[in-house]
């Protein structure tokens, strides 16, 4: 076991606190002091990134477990407060595949792993692994991935009706890592920031890889379409001019990483559960805090930025770690008005760092909920998995006698309701903010496409519902998203706790 990073410094003969998670891109929290023993059986596995916290004095430390290595030390996950629900002992990444729901099977999975280590292999081979290479980086250093239909679809990465399952299928699952490589490459941000190559791409497998799979919709390709589309974003001309490199490198690792180990259940399914990550954040952003320490523990394994001076490299983790928990829909409102003022004002001045970080923040902000506003074919698609994780976590809820969430009970909702209310009382607001932002031809078929899925969805409820019953039962509930209400982060296309 290798520590990577420490606050404050502890000596080293002085044992873990408390206790290392086995889950790769996991969190435990423990609050007492005498909870060494034995490790538990399911603890000991593979594990990068993970982070230990211990209340007691208040450390956090960013545990490396390298290769096949195992917990050797007496130190186990044995928390003082159990609670009495079952849930608490099942592992997400396991979770459905428990409850039947087609996830891949142990050999798909090796084979899946081996593709890409044998990809890594060939890239670390290759001729051109050098700091400082020249922009235009040579395509084949993508391997097979890279070449063919992926290649030529990527010519048109900035085009709306990118389509990120298609580009999926073409990369053999690695669209994330593509794309988001290519991104890095087409600005030139890999030779002006001396990003060591391989160093890159391992950081860039190890985040796709730490994406659950599993999630109908929090997975790699989620993250790979606000990563296109906040690639769309920053295309568009009050930012392409106004934005800096620093920014552009912010924005786009903010996006493939802004929902990184989601576990493809809610806030409020964490917080009464009594789950540690809900302990440890104080219920409070629970998700967007672990995917920022996530991304960030990631980062300093790799070592990424081991190059950069330690205060720039401190100050990018910390920004990053605003972008992402500006995604936290329960905090929309609060964005939204902010937004809504400085373009009542016209006061928002981008040539300002903070102003522009905030332009930022509501970019991605847009990338992460933009799905109701991509063409229908898309949208029909996001929609239908979003809900489908929505169903998911109301099944495992009823299984362990659990009150089921809002908009998580099968019976009782349909995609089609549950989309229309989250189109009219969360997605319609912060676009139509955009669009007075950013009035271009973006905005404009954003905005188009929206009223048409939103009718789409409307007649698909006439064709399905009687007259009498179609009082939109999933309106109430986005309302509330709207406020800032409980009900916020159970509102699908959107976050479900992005």
């Known amino acids: 076991m290798e520590v990577c990073y420490q606050l404050p410094v502890l000596p080293l003969d002085r044992p873990v606190p408390k206790h290392v998670l086995s889950r790769r891109g996991a969190i435990s929290f423990s609050s007492s002091s005498s909870l060494f023993g ?6 000991l596995s593979q594990r990068r990134g993970a982070i230990s916290y211990d209340s007691s004095d208040q450390t956090a430390l960013y545990i490396r477990m390298l290769g ?3 917990v050797r030390s007496q130190v186990g996950f044995e928390p003082e407060r159990r609670s009495s629900h079952p849930y608490l002992r099942i592992d997400f990444r396991t979770l459905h595949t428990r409850l039947g729901y087609g996830s891949s099977s142990d050999s798909s999975g090796t084979e899946r792993r081996v593709h890409r280590l044998l990809s890594f292999q060939r890239y670390l081979h290759s001729s051109r692994l050098l700091r400082g290479i020249s922009q235009q980086i040579p395509l084949h250093i993508l391997d097979e991935d890279y070449n063919g239909q992926a290649r030529c679809m990527l010519e048109k990465v900035g085009n709306w009706n990118f389509d990120i399952f298609l580009f999926d299928r073409l990369t053999n699952g690695n669209s994330l890592v593509t794309l988001t490589f290519h991104l890095l490459n087409k600005y030139g941000l890999v030779e002006l920031f001396q990003l060591d190559m391989v160093k890159l791409w391992r950081f860039l497998v190890m985040v796709q890889e730490d994406y659950h799979n599993d999630n109908p919709y929090h997975n790699a390709v989620h993250a790979a379409d606000v ?3 906040m690639y769309c974003f920053l295309q568009e001309p009050m930012l392409a001019k106004s934005l800096t490199s620093y920014d552009i490198l912010l924005g786009l690792l903010a996006a493939a990483t ?7 259940v809610n806030q409020p399914f964490l917080i009464k559960t009594d789950h540690y990550l809900a302990t440890l954040y104080r219920n409070t952003s629970v998700l967007e805090n672990h995917h920022w320490k996530s991304a960030v523990g990631l980062l300093r394994e790799t070592r990424l930025f081991s190059h950069l001076p330690a205060e720039d490299s401190l100050n990018m983790e910390r920004e990053l770690g605003s972008l992402i928990l500006a995604t936290d829909i329960s905090r929309q409102n609060d964005y939204l008005s902010r937004f809504r003022m400085h373009l009542d004002k016209e006061n928002l001045c981008l040539s300002n760092a903070s102003h522009r970080h905030f332009v930022l923040q509501m970019a991605l902000k847009c990338a992460d909920i933009c799905n109701p506003c991509r063409p229908w074919e898309l949208s029909k698609q996001w929609s239908e998995r979003v809900t489908e994780e929505f169903f998911q976590q109301g099944d495992i809820e009823k299984k362990h006698k659990l009150e089921v969430s809002p908009l998580c009970d099968r019976e009782a909702n349909t ?7 989250f189109m009219s009382y969360v997605v319609e607001p912060l676009f139509a903010e955009w669009a007075r932002f950013s009035d271009t031809r973006l905005s404009q078929t954003m905005l188009g496409h929206m009223g048409l899925n939103k009718a789409s969805w409307g007649g698909l409820q006439q064709e399905q519902t009687p007259v009498s019953e179609e009082a939109e039962p999933g309106a109430t509930d986005a309302e509330n998203v709207a406020a800032g209400g409980s009900s916020s982060k159970e509102i699908p296309q959107g976050s479900l706790e992005s």
């Open 258 to 264: 802004h929902d990184l180990g989601h576990p493809g």
């Open 38 to 43: 034995a490790p538990d059986p399911r603890q």
């Open 227 to 229: 990563t296109q589309a």
């Open 415 to 421: 995609v089609g309701n549950i989309q229309i209310g």
């Open 68 to 70: 096949d290595v195992r």
